[in-house]
């Protein structure tokens, strides 16, 4: 079987370059991917596999059924929007839409995801249960098309026993998966913050209220969340990376907006910090004469891969791609919707490298410089089918 599941993603390579240049092409931002959606439903369509349209308004699903098909159901999971960059790379395939790219590698997940689905339908004679495909829109936006897609039901008749989702990693050479058990990634929560005072002239501050002072004091405090709150031993984050004051030199503003984001890898922590940080900021401002609003918009929980299947998935890629092409990840402050499944049923979280340090393509993702190493559709396609088939031999 993995010889034949190595032979059928050589074949298809071609293709699904094709195919994710496609998508590369003509990208679309979160909760706007119809004609990513569409086109998508057509390559299934031509594949044979009749898929359901409109989860989540812009999501799908498709179903890949061998023999026995009700005896154990594995999904896979891939994104489809895409990020607010203006991509700068000279290539053939570089973006039609101005402003708009996929910076963050989900023409990837979605072309090997497709190929993935060809592999499979090849196979269907020879493999028992049930392979469940998720294309899942806004991946990169609150409130995340993870937790869409479970509320329209994607996790439901059939539904899976365990859920594998695949991501870019342009810091791991093409040709390598990576893998970490247990917690991997952080939730992700916007904080928004108003900080009003009394305008004026610069040269007569004593007849202002101050907010971009003020807005100072409430930056630099804030830091206590996690010097003098957090525990050491738990990653946490708080970073702002937006202050908007638009006053002048001599001109002391109405307000300032402050945005930023808080990382945690507990549910009991962030809770607690939620709270710590709101009262902070309004007690803070208070004292100083002024008035606040604060808004923080709860992201994604924390990412959790399953031990077991974790295991079971790393030595299944070792099988397949041999043990010196899978490397460990380490934990990341990154945040990820997939998270939404992991609370849901077992769930692994794996990384294909997608780097080549000599065609020059080292660029991180969200940046407009960003591009992989087309070999990876390779891997990404036979290495997605290989560990759907060997979790449905479990």
């Not at 959790?304 to 791609?321: F, G, I, V």
């Amino acid at each position: 079987m993995k010889d034949k599941i190595h032979q059928l993603a050589r074949e298809n390579a071609g293709e699904i370059i094709a195919v994710r240049r496609h998508l590369h092409a003509h990208p679309e931002l979160s909760y706007q991917e119809h004609k990513t959606a569409a086109y998508v439903a057509e390559q299934l369509k031509a594949m044979g596999i009749t898929p359901k349209e409109g989860v989540a308004e812009t999501g799908l699903t498709a179903t890949i059924e061998g023999k026995n098909p009700t005896s154990k159901v594995v999904a896979l999971r891939a994104d489809l929007d895409a990020l607010p960059i203006t991509e700068v790379n000279d290539v053939p395939y570089k973006s039609k839409n101005e402003g708009i790219m996929h910076a963050c590698g989900h023409d990837v997940h979605t072309s090997s995801l497709l190929g993935t689905a060809r592999i499979l339908s090849a196979l269907t004679e020879e493999f028992e249960g049930t392979v469940k495909l998720l294309f899942q829109p806004g991946e990169e936006q609150n409130p995340g098309g993870a937790s869409l897609m479970i509320k329209a039901g994607a996790l439901e008749n059939p539904t899976p026993t365990a859920i594998l989702g695949q991501h870019v990693m342009p810091l791991i050479p093409v040709g390598k998966v990576g893998f970490r058990p247990g917690m991997y990634m952080a939730s992700a929560d916007e904080i928004y913050i108003t900080i009003k005072g009394k305008g004026g002239h610069g040269a007569a501050p004593e007849l202002t209220i101050d907010p971009v002072l003020i807005a100072s004091h409430v930056i630099v405090a804030l830091q206590q969340v996690i010097s003098r709150n957090a525990s050491p031993k738990t990653p946490t984050v708080l970073t702002f990376g937006k202050v908007a004051a638009n006053g002048a030199t001599n001109i002391i503003p109405q307000e300032v907006t402050l945005a930023g984001t808080f990382r945690a890898m507990n549910e009991e922590w962030r809770a607690k910090a939620h709270d710590i940080i709101i009262n902070m900021v309004k007690n803070l401002t208070a004292s100083m004469g002024g008035d606040c609003d604060i808004e923080i918009d709860k992201g994604y929980p924390y990412l959790e891969n399953d031990p077991s299947l974790t295991a079971r998935s790393r030595a299944a890629a070792e099988a397949y791609l041999g043990k010196e092409n899978v490397v460990d990840l380490d934990l990341t402050l990154g945040a990820e919707d997939f998270a939404y499944y992991t609370h849901e049923m077992p769930a692994c979280f794996y990384r294909l490298g997608t780097r080549n340090e000599k065609k020059g393509i080292t660029s991180y993702v969200h940046t407009p410089t960003f591009d992989i190493d087309e070999d990876a559709l390779e891997v990404g396609t036979g290495m997605m089918a290989w560990l759907a088939l060997e979790e449905l031999q479990h």
